[in-house]
């Protein structure tokens, strides 16, 4: 069974900074791309970021761009993303998911609010 449960959202001022962690399992996390989506209270869901199997090809939404940073470590099955200079309209649930566009599998989320 493909379980992914993400970890480490939380509230920050604006201008803070969040690592979010998304353990896989349940399939060979090694093989597979992965991404990062979220979706704000009241919006359709929106692509973050994503990684190649291997970790060598990352591409990110232009919102977030320069101050997300996604990686992965296979031998952990783990996913991160590297949250910097929070800003109020990054507030949204976080999900990890397997694979690229469209997505199979989805985690549950992780809330990130960014409030002052």
């Known amino acids: 069974e493909v379980q992914l449960v993400e970890s480490g959202g939380g509230f920050v001022q604006p201008g803070g900074s969040l690592r979010l962690s998304c353990a896989a399992s349940?399939?060979?996390?090694?093989?597979?791309?992965m991404s990062w989506v979220r979706q704000a209270p009241g919006k359709g869901r929106e692509w973050v970021s994503d990684?190649?199997?291997?970790?060598?090809?990352?591409r990110y939404a232009d919102p977030v761009k320069g101050r997300f940073t996604i990686s992965r470590d296979n031998a952990k099955n783990t996913l991160y993303l590297e949250m910097n200079s929070l800003k109020p309209e990054d507030t949204a649930v976080y999900h990890c998911?397997?694979?690229?566009?469209?997505?199979?599998?989805w985690g549950q989320g992780t809330q990130v609010t960014v409030s002052s």
């Open positions: 998911a397997k694979g690229y566009y469209p997505y199979d599998y």
């Open positions: 349940g399939f060979t996390f090694s093989s597979y791309a």
């Open positions: 990684i190649n199997s291997g970790g060598s090809s990352t």
